[in-house]
C-alpha cells in the first residue's frame, strides 16, 4: 500500500475551486456570526454590570446556559429543534435560502455572544467605579453614561481577549460541516473523497486557516493602535481565556 | 511565526521526494494485531443500523460475522476478533486507504471510479437510486426534481449523478442519512435521493412510515460490493470466498428472509434474476 | 413534545454516552477525564519550555503553541484520524485517536495558561527567594509553582470545562460520547428537540458543576 504524495490535485481540476468556495463560505458564516455574537456579546455584558438586578439576572441567564453547552449541540439544535417550532412561511423562508447557514450563524452567533459578554463584562468591570459615579454625578442617566462613557473605554480594553474570542469563532466555524455547510473543512472533506488525496488536502485547509487567524490577528493589532486612548493604560489580562 | 512558516515549507519539499509505503498485506496486519477492523454504519437500515436495543446490527453486518470471518479465521488458522467502526459516504474510502479499517461492509455502489482508489468484493445486493418524498408530493421521479430542493450523502454516487443529470435541481449535501431524512421530514428539503432499498429501510423504520414513499424509476445501478484496500489478492479471495461460501450453503439466503423477506424488516422480494446473477458469481472450487 | 424518548433510552444516553458503559466504543467522561490530566501534563511542560531561556526549548514549545491555536479542533482530529493510521500502517481505535487529538490541541492552550501563570507570580517574591539562598529547583517548587497554581485556577477551569465541551467533536469521527449517542437515538426516532434538550442540559450541569467547584477552590485556596 503506497501514498503518493500529489500537491497538484489541489489546483487542477474541482479541487481549486471547492477550496475557494469553502474559504468564502467559512468567511461568510464568520462574519455574520461575527456580528451577532458582538451584539448579543455588548449587550449581554453590559447588562450584566448594571445596578438593575432583573436586568443582571436575564443576562447571566443566558450567559450562563449558552455557554456552558457544547457548539455542536447548538448546531444541531439550531438546523434541527428550532425550524419546526417557527411559523410556517419563516421555515419556507428560511429552507429556501439556506437553513443550514441560518442555523450555523445562529448558532456561533448565541454561544460566542455569551463568550463575548463575559470578555465584555471583565472589561467593564475593570473600568474604575468612579468613573460611572462621575458620568452619573454630571447629569447623565445610567444609560448615557454606559453608552457613551463606559462601553467605548470598555472596548478599547477588551481588544486582546476579543481578539482570541474573534479567532475562536472562526477556528469554530468548522463544526459547521455536520449540519452540511459546504465550508472549508467540509471541502477538504469533499476533495479528499473525490481525489484519495487526504494529507494534501488537510495541508491545504490547515494552512489556510493558519492564514485567516494570523489575518486577523495583525488587523486587530492595527485597530488597537488605531483606536487606543493615549494615557489609558491596560494592565494585564481582562478576560477568560 | 517565521519559525512556523519554515516548518510548513519543510514538510511540503519533504513529501514531495518522499513516498509512504508499507509492505504488510491486509492478512498479515490481521493476523499480526488478531482483530478484523470493518468499516459500517449506523443509520442505514436494514444493512447496517443501531435498533430500538441500541444494538448495531444488519444484513451486511450479518454478512461480515457470519460468512466472511469465518472464512478469515480458516484462513489464518486462529479465532479472528470483529471490530466495527462507523464509516459514512465521505469517510469510508479515505478510512480504507489509511488503514483505519480493513473491509467497508455497508451500502456501497461498486464503481468504475472507485475501482481505481479501492477493490471490491462480489456483488452482494442490487438496487438502483430513487427519492423518498412525502406521501402527495408533486415529485414521482428525475423528471420531476428540477428547481427542488434535494438532500443526498456527501460523496455518494447519487449525488454526482444527480449533479450531472439535472444541474438545476438544489443539492444539499449531509453527512449520512440520518441527517438527510431528518431534513426531510423537516420539509427542508423536498426529496431524499438515495438507492431504493435504503429508501424502502428509512420508510419502515421511521416514526410513521405511512407518511412517505419511493418514487421514480432507477435513475442508475447500484451493485453492492465490500470495498477494501487496492491490490490485496489474497484478502480480497478469502472475503470472496466468504461470499460465495455463504450463497452456495444458502446462508445469504436465510439472511436475506431474515431482513428482506416477507417477515422481514424490510420486505423487498428477491427477483428471480437477481437470485440467478447472484448464484452465478459462485465460481467452481 | 414528547420526552419518553428520554426515559426510553436514558440508560444508553447516560451509561453509554456520559460514561462509556455499553457496546459501543464511548463515553464523554472516559475521555474528557484522561484528557484534563494528560493535556495538563503536557501543557505544564510546554509552558515552562516557552519560558526557558534556551532556544532549542522555547523555539519548538512556540511552533507547537502557535501552530494549534490557529487551527479548528475539528481539522486536528481528521488529521489524527486519517493520517496517522497512514504513517504508522495500521488502524487506531476511535478512543485513541480521539484522547491524541484532545491532549495535542488542548496542551497548546493550558501552555499559555501555565506560561501567564508562572510570569504572574510578583517579581518580588522571586527576588526574596532567591536573596534567602533558595536554589533555582527550590524556587520552583517551593515558591513559584504554589502561587502560580493559585493564579491559574480560574483560567485552568475554564479550559476543562472547554475541553469537557470539545469532547462533543470526537462524536464526528464516531465516537459514542453524549452527543453521537443522542444522534444514534435521534436517527430512530426523529425527536431532536428533547434530545438535543437534555444533552445541553446535562453538559450544563457539569460545567456549573465544574465552575462552582472551581470558585470554592480560588477561596479556599487564597493567601
Known sequence: MTYHFDWSTLWTGQSGGWLLQGVITTLQIFAVGLIIAIVLGICAGALRTVPIAPLRWLASSYVEFFRNVPLLVWMFFGYFSVPPLLPQAMQDWLFDHGAEFWAAVFALGVYHGARFSEVMRAGIQSIPKTQLEAALSTGLTVGQAYRLIIIPVALRLIIPPATNETVNLLKNSSVALTIGVAELTFQTRQIETYTAKAFEALAAGTVIYLALCLTIASIMARVERRVAIPGLIVQGHTGTS | MKLLVAFLVAVVLATETTNLSFAESTLEKIDKSGTFVVGTRTGSPPFAFVNKNNEWVGFSINLVEQGILPALSKKLNKQIKLEKKESTVPTRIPLLTSNAVDLIAETMTDTQVRREQVDFSLTFFITGAQFLVRKGSPVKGIQSIAGKRVAAQQGSTNAKILREKVPNAKLVEFQDQPAAFQALSQRQVDAYTNDGIQLAGLKAKAPKPDDWTVVGDFFSYDPYAMAMRKNDSDFRLVVNVGLMDAISSGLYFDLYEKWFGAKGEVPYPLTPENKRFLQLQVVPK | ?223
Open chain 3, 1 to 223: 413534545m414528547d420526552f419518553h424518548v428520554i426515559s426510553n433510552n436514558f440508560v444508553f444516553l447516560i451509561a453509554q454516552g456520559f460514561f462509556g458503559i455499553g457496546a459501543f466504543t464511548g463515553g464523554t467522561l472516559r475521555l474528557a477525564v484522561p484528557a484534563i490530566i494528560l493535556g495538563s501534563t503536557l501543557g505544564i511542560i510546554l509552558g515552562l519550555a516557552r519560558l526557558s531561556p534556551s532556544p532549542w526549548l522555547y523555539g519548538p514549545a512556540k511552533v507547537y503553541v502557535e501552530f494549534f491555536r490557529g487551527v479548528p479542533l475539528v481539522m486536528v482530529i481528521f488529521w489524527f484520524w486519517f493520517i496517522i493510521p497512514t504513517l504508522i500502517g495500521k488502524s487506531l481505535p476511535e478512543y485513541a485517536v480521539a484522547l491524541t487529538a484532545f491532549v495535542v490541541f488542548e496542551a497548546a492552550y493550558l501552555a499559555e495558561i501555565v506560561r501567564a501563570g508562572i510570569q504572574s507570580v510578583a517579581r518580588g517574591q522571586v527576588e526574596a527567594a532567591i536573596a534567602t539562598g533558595l536554589s533555582k529547583k527550590q524556587l520552583m517548587r517551593h515558591v513559584i509553582l504554589p502561587q502560580a497554581l493559585r493564579n491559574m485556577i480560574p483560567a485552568l477551569v475554564t479550559q476543562f470545562i472547554v475541553l469537557l465541551k470539545d469532547t462533543s467533536l470526537a462524536s464526528i469521527i464516531g465516537y459514542v460520547d453524549l452527543t453521537k449517542a443522542a444522534q444514534i437515538v435521534n436517527n430512530r426516532e426523529i425527536r431532536p428537540f428533547e434530545l438535543y434538550l437534555f444533552i445541553a442540559i446535562v453538559y450544563w450541569l457539569c460545567s456549573y458543576a465544574m465552575s462552582r467547584y472551581a470558585r470554592r477552590l480560588e477561596s479556599s485556596l487564597s493567601v
